[in-house]
């Protein structure tokens, strides 16, 4: 089954006093992989601003605007359109766990994913939390890392205005309250811990469903699963991440997958507003345009193998 | 040749049987090379010295060569300097030389592995974690080919020597190691003070490191660049090391920026003139990693240029020191430089380690916990002397929380003995004569494509505190001049 999806971003940026020198960079253009496919990507300011594009420090693509004039506000608008497939994991082939950990344990496989094992300022789990969810040995890795997902769907409650992006999570798990964001940072830090590589994903979610987390850029996990590859978890609603989540970037936390990045030389408050509207659409197969859509998306396949 | 000590200037210099000095062999014998020296410091009376020391003292303050010390108050400090040189002959400084080129080269291809293949790792030489759990190693490096695939392009190599006359390095610093400012202006400041000293030794100049840095820089341009410019990028006047970012910048005569002078267009670096932009394709950078860039690290930093990173990683620009640099310079990597220098260069190390404890190790911890009265404890990530702990001058009580500390995050410390640094002769203002001081040595090493070049001399810093082995300016230190001398 294939989808086309048309996205809308658009976020309106107002200063109390005008703004000289300002620098933004965004981070929310869907990357082409094994499941998506990019037709056509669009962005623009308010003020026709020359757009440069360049890629982040894990190569992601990121636009970047410096307007020339003073502003007061500014709107940025971005349109994308997409191929999504159905996303099939190969869950049978996980190995148990207590199995899987003689290859997670081996050094090869620490050199391998080392970027993705340790933790960051975001993803600690304070000391006496360690233990806070546990494998259990006699389940696959697959298993395990499902548990996790709906573990962590239980135990946080998605309560917008709660937590910032610099929340930690020795005070996340006092309040158990947080957006998609603190869904994922606990994920990470849990996986981590039981030694699985978890990268932290940042992307679009499918509006037609009331999921948690769609009405904004929304982040999920993806997770090395060995004799599986890497698979997409997303706790803020306890479901795989499947052909309603459109990926944009990974890192090992929100710090690398920030949507937008801002340097503002400027006093004063500034508000942000941000809307994304994401329109999913089954495709009908024997319609000539799709049939475009399917030969350029399998050229991007090849290419990817 | 026998020189008695009768002169008040060095009546009460009393040498103590443990520590190497580097001036008499025991409390009446000169050594050779500083029989000369010693004859012509001789002829001074106290109160001529002391005019002379004035003198040097004035002469640093200026020309404003200040430093702060990170403390509760921010005091500009003038950097005590000491007018007795320290002598280095030819032949134990080609010893030095070549141990410090030999360190500095397997450092760069140490980074060129871990930001790429890993190979040191995979065949079991250094473990894993020491890169897994190094807050300075950037992801963001993995797989990036640096120009000329030089990462550590300056090294600043710590060097002591031991009560048994051998040297031992204490430290590979490959961040931003600082203090080459000192080496030229003391031997300016010894040359306007005392000239006729000059004439008695053929001694090597110092004032052609700034050149030699240049070149190195341009070396490592960007691929399509003809002719670089270059720039020193400053974290400002409020850095404890500005004055020598703007020495090095005016020495090199070249631009000395802030972050806020400099901008990016389409991932190229231009620097803001009156003329207009002008694009930049080599930075010598004295601001931290986590600062040169808010996009991708540190969002806080006013200091950097955003997007810098990006421009470096599509190679439009050349960043000297390399990012990422840090790892290499942790502590408990210099564990492991004997095995390091074996495995890529395939030679026997020329300097020597100091043997150090991990005390991520159960069982070395345990050693260390038990003979902390013996050891030094050293923070693996900072510099500058901050966090060190020297186990005979503690307290019980002092000792328990060091204890403490180190059993909360044991990945954090390593221990060494603690090191017999050589004495020397050092001017001791309140006593109004010479006196014993433990000294180290910091030499500068530079490295760029198809070029290297070990500056001939370096920094002596001394501790001028009776007793204390820790030379760090930012710990009450001093520095002297450092004669390395001709064949």
């Known amino acids: ?57 894990y190569g992601f693509k990121t636009f970047r605007v410096t307007p020339k004039n003073q502003i007061t506000d500014i709107i940025f608008e971005a349109e994308f359109s997409l191929i999504k497939n159905q996303v099939e994991v190969q869950s049978q082939d996980s190995n148990l766990y207590s199995k899987d950990i003689i290859e997670i344990n081996s050094d090869p496989f620490k050199i391998e994913y080392h970027s993705f094992l340790k933790d960051t300022i975001l993803t600690t789990l304070p000391s006496d939390k360690k233990n806070i969810f546990l494998f259990d040995d006699q389940k696959t890795t697959f298993e395990n890392l499902k548990a996790l997902n709906k573990w962590v769907f239980i135990f946080l409650y998605y309560t917008i205005g709660v937590t910032n992006n610099r929340t930690e999570l020795k005070d996340l798990i006092t309040n158990n309250k947080g957006v998609a964001k603190d869904f994922a940072h606990l994920f990470c830090a849990i996986a981590r811990q039981h030694n699985i590589p978890t990268r932290y994903v940042s992307g679009f979610l499918n509006q037609d469903n009331t999921y948690f987390g769609a009405s904004e850029i929304h982040s999920w996990v993806e997770c090395f699963v060995p004799n599986v590859g890497w698979v997409g978890f997303d706790p803020t609603n306890n479901m795989m991440a499947d052909f309603n989540h459109i990926k944009i970037a990974h890192g090992k936390d929100y710090n690398d997958c920030a949507s937008l990045k801002g340097i503002i030389f400027s006093v004063g408050k500034n508000t942000t507003k941000y809307s994304v509207d994401v329109v999913c659409q089954e495709f009908i197969q024997d319609k000539s345009a799709s049939l475009n859509h399917i030969s350029a998306y399998n050229i991007i396949n090849k290419k990817a193998l | 040749m026998e020189s008695k000590k009768t002169l008040p200037i060095f009546s009460s210099y009393k040498t103590n049987p443990i520590f190497y000095d580097e001036i008499f062999k025991n409390d009446k014998e000169i050594r050779n090379t500083y029989d000369e020296l010693f004859k012509l410091f001789n002829e001074y009376k106290v109160d001529d010295f002391k005019l002379l020391n004035e003198k040097a003292k004035l002469s640093f303050l200026n020309q404003g060569i200040t430093f702060q010390v990170y403390d509760k108050t921010t005091v500009e400090k003038v950097f005590p300097f000491d007018l007795f040189p320290k002598i280095i002959t030819a032949d134990e400084w080609d010893h030095i030389e070549s141990g410090a080129l030999q360190r500095s080269k397997a450092l760069n291809l140490f980074l060129y592995d871990v930001y790429h293949k890993k190979q040191i790792i995979k065949d079991g030489i250094v473990p894993i974690e020491l890169i897994s759990s190094s807050e300075n190693y950037l992801d963001q490096m993995n797989g990036l080919e640096p120009p000329g695939g ?63 840095l240049l070149e190195i820089m341009q070396s490592v341009k960007p691929a399509g660049v003809d002719i670089p410019t270059c720039v020193v990028i400053t974290p400002g006047i409020y850095n404890s090391a500005y004055y020598e970012h703007s020495f090095l910048a005016k020495s090199m005569g070249i631009e000395l920026v802030e972050g806020r002078d400099l901008f990016i267009e389409k991932d190229f670096v231009y620097m803001k003139t009156i003329y207009g932009p002008v694009k930049i394709d080599v930075i010598y950078r004295r601001i931290d990693d986590a600062f040169i860039d808010p996009l991708e690290f540190n969002p806080d930093s006013v200091l950097g240029v955003p997007g810098l990173f990006a421009a470096y990683k599509k190679g439009n620009v050349t960043l000297v020191n390399a990012p990422g640099t840090g790892v290499a310079d942790d502590k408990a990597i210099y564990t492991y430089m004997p095995q390091i220098i074996k495995y890529y260069l395939n030679e026997e190390p020329i300097l020597n380690n100091v043997h150090t404890y991990h005390c991520s190790r159960p069982k070395e911890l345990a050693y260390v916990l038990d003979n902390i009265d013996k050891l030094v404890i050293k923070p693996v990530d900072e510099s500058g002397g901050y966090g060190i702990s020297i186990g005979n001058k503690l307290t019980k009580e002092e000792i328990e929380k060091v204890k403490a500390v180190i059993k909360e995050t044991p990945r954090k410390y390593i221990a060494q003995p603690i090191m017999a640094l050589s004495t020397h002769a050092t001017f001791i203002d309140e006593k109004q004569c010479f006196e014993p001081r433990h000294v180290d040595l910091r030499t500068f090493t530079l490295l760029g494509k198809d070029k290297e070049f070990v500056l001939k001399g370096g920094l002596t810093r001394v501790a001028l505190k009776e007793g204390n082995l820790i030379v760090n300016s930012s710990q009450g230190g001093g520095s002297k001049d450092t004669w390395v001398l001709k064949r």
């Open chain 1, 1 to 57: 089954m294939q989808y086309h999806y048309k996205i809308k971003y658009a976020t309106h940026n107002t200063y109390e006093n005008p703004v000289n020198n300002a620098l933004w960079q965004f981070l929310i253009e869907p990357k082409n992989n094994d499941s998506q496919f990019l037709e056509t990507s669009n962005f623009r300011d308010s003020y026709n601003t020359l757009v440069s594009k360049s890629v982040n420090g």
């Open chain 2, 150 to 212: 030089i990462y550590n392009h300056i090294s600043g190599t710590d060097i002591i020597k031991h009560s048994d006359g051998e040297y031992y390095v204490l430290e590979d610093n490959i961040r931003c190691p600082s203090g080459v400012s000192y080496v030229v202006s003391n031997r300016v400041a010894l040359k306007r003070a005392m000239f006729g000293v000059f004439n008695n030794y053929p001694t090597c100049p110092v004032a052609n490191y700034s050149e030699n």
